[in-house]
Nanobody, 115 residues
Framework: QVQLVESGGGLVQPGGSLRLSCLAS????????MSWYRQAPGKERELVAG???????NYADSVKGRFTISRDIAKSTVYLQMNSLKPEDTAVYYC?????????WGQGTQVTVSS
C-alpha cells in the first residue's frame, strides 16, 4: 500500500537550515505530484512547495528563495531543503502525493525555529 514517511525535522535556530525527507513506498513518485505542506498551531494547513510529474516546481511566496523541493526517483524520496529559517516557519511539515482523485499524506515531522 501507499506509505509516506517524513524525517529530518527538529529544533533549529533562526537563520539555520534543515533538510526534510519523504520516503515513499507503494508507488512511483515520478507519476504523482509530490508536495510539502505545513500546519502551524491554530492555523490551516498550507502548501509550501510542490514538484510535478515533469519535474516543475512551485513554492509559496513566503518560502521562495529559501526552500527547495527536489526528488530522487531511484531512492523514491522527495526532499525539502530549508535555508534561512525563520520562527514563522515553525510547523508540522507533511508530505503529500496526489494523482487524479487519489491523495496520500505522511504522518508529519515537527520543525521548530527558535533561539
Amino acid at each position: 500500500q501507499v506509505q509516506l514517511v517524513e524525517s529530518g525535522g527538529g529544533l533549529v535556530q533562526p537563520g539555520g537550515s534543515l533538510r526534510l525527507s519523504c520516503l515513499a513506498s507503494g508507488f512511483t513518485i515520478s507519476t504523482y505530484v509530490m508536495s510539502w505542506y505545513r500546519q502551524a498551531p491554530g492555523k490551516e494547513r498550507e502548501l509550501v512547495a510542490g514538484i510535478t510529474t515533469g519535474g516543475m516546481t512551485n513554492y509559496a511566496d513566503s518560502v521562495k528563495g529559501r526552500f527547495t523541493i527536489s526528488r530522487d526517483i531511484a531512492k523514491s524520496t522527495v526532499y525539502l531543503q530549508m535555508n534561512s529559517l525563520k520562527p514563522e516557519d515553525t510547523a508540522v511539515y507533511y508530505c503529500n502525493s496526489r494523482r487524479s482523485s487519489n491523495t496520500y499524506w505522511g504522518q508529519g515531522t515537527q520543525v521548530t525555529v527558535s533561539s
